[in-house]
């Protein structure tokens, strides 16, 4: 029997893990630059949590979730995204006693059952920042700007910003019924998921992926033409304050997001030449999503990122350069006696925090020498008969080829001053 990777699924192996730590690095720097702290809740809630958070008229919770009961006969999920999870930590953990806003951020697996295709998996990575407790524009313009940053270091450029507002309970009554109203015309010719949301989410029908409803729908009505007075200065706002850092970004009336907890603001973030799944991330406010998990009303925003996605547009723009943590030494021995100190050495270097390695196949000299170079070790250490006769080793840099014999007891002072060297 062959076992293979489930569908969807990706193994990240060492020559590529050098790559996603150096993004992750980026993503938590970033975040932690502007005073977002890590938190990390479970990979799998109940799933009623997502019905209610994520909002059942959804295609998440319609077609993609991973559900199963577990031996307790609870149903469990395993976390299509990050938001309500976050929010659900932080209620259950006593929300309203901790000073707000809570500003956090996340990185992680999510699952989805969706088809796969490049830069689409089931089980996939986002990071995402939220801000729970303020109702101001800025945190809208942060949440959008602070994941340009990471894009920028990462070298993905031509990021387009799409921004929109689909208002709040005071406004948007009025617009979903302007939309049944356009939309009745054409409801003989859409999807049977847009006919079962017409009535129940027609914002939903703005982001329908079936070709057929793409034809049949009009142009929807511009939902900013009638956002109430208090939605309309916070869009301008977060506007304002995107063109004061001179974020360029288009306004998109189609971008509603298919989750029902959004309010007001809503974006995407897409950039060219990584195929159809351009979107790269996006959020969006959610000021009724904490009171939907059971938490007091409490205005959020928030975003989330995909990482693959970055990964391909990184590889897309920047030719994807190497990210291999090299090793400080290798142990090259010949003969019993010398592995036996090699294995010693290397303990001891490694107790001195630098990295080392040394032959564990009883190989000789030459094949040690290849695999040393092959982990692009900084200096290679040689242990024969004579070296260990004086307690010394052939200590050999490997980007000149210089060697000198040098005691067994200074090798590490010897490493790390060259390290230091380095450095300056
Ligand atoms: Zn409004
Ligand atoms: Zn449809």
């Not at 997502?50 to 077609?63: M, P, S």
């Amino acid at each position: 029997m062959d076992i293979t990777a489930p569908r969807g699924t990706n193994d990240i192996l060492p020559d590529e893990v050098g790559l996603w730590q150096h993004v992750e690095e980026l993503v938590r720097n970033a975040a932690e630059r502007a005073g977002y702290r890590e938190i990390r809740t479970p990979i799998f809630e109940h799933t009623e949590l997502f019905e209610r958070g994520v909002g059942e008229a959804t295609d998440i919770v319609e077609k993609e979730m991973y559900t199963f009961t577990d031996r307790g006969d609870r149903s469990i999920t395993l976390r299509p995204e990050g938001t309500a999870p976050v929010v659900r930590a932080l209620v259950e953990r006593g929300l309203a006693s901790m000073s707000q806003p809570a500003k956090v951020y996340y990185l992680g697996p999510m699952f989805r059952y969706e088809r796969p295709q490049a830069g689409r998996y089931r089980q996939f990575h986002q990071f995402g920042l939220e801000v729970i407790g303020a109702p101001s524009p800025a945190a809208d313009a942060e949440v959008i700007a602070v994941p340009l940053e990471v894009f920028r270091s990462l070298g993905i450029q031509d990021v387009i910003v799409n921004i929109n507002s689909i208002g709040c309970p005071a406004c948007r009554p009025a617009y979903r019924k302007l939309l049944q109203e356009t939309y009745r015309p054409v409801l003989g010719k859409l999807c049977p998921s847009c006919v079962s949301r017409y009535d129940r989410n027609p914002l939903r029908l703005l982001d329908c992926k079936s070709e057929a409803c793409r034809r049949a729908l009009p142009e929807p009505p511009m939902i900013l033409d009638i956002l109430c007075p208090e939605c309309r200065s916070h869009f301008d706002e977060v506007r304002r304050l995107l063109d004061g850092l001179n974020v360029e970004y288009a306004i998109n009336p189609r971008l509603v997001r298919g989750l029902d907890y959004y309010t007001r603001t809503t974006f995407e973030y897409n950039v060219g030449g990584i195929g159809s799944q351009d979107a790269i991330g996006g959020g969006g406010r959610y000021d009724g999503l904490v009171e939907e998990v059971g938490g007091p009303p409490t205005p959020a925003v928030g975003v989330a990122c995909g990482l693959e996605r970055c990964v391909l547009a990184m590889r897309a723009m920047t030719g994807g350069e190497e990210y291999d943590a090299p090793i400080d030494i290798y142990f090259v021995a010949l003969g019993e006696a010398a592995r036996e100190k090699a294995f010693e050495l290397a303990f001891d270097m490694r107790s001195c925090g630098i990295s080392a390695d040394f032959d564990m196949l009883d190989r000789g000299m030459k094949a040690q020498m290849r695999y040393a170079g092959k982990a692009g070790s900084r200096f290679v250490a040689i242990i024969g008969d004579n070296e260990l006769a004086v307690e010394s080793v052939m200590l050999k840099r490997m980007a000149t080829g210089d060697q000198e014999l040098v005691r067994q007891s200074e090798v590490a002072e010897r490493i790390l001053e060259a390290r230091g060297g380095a450095a300056k």
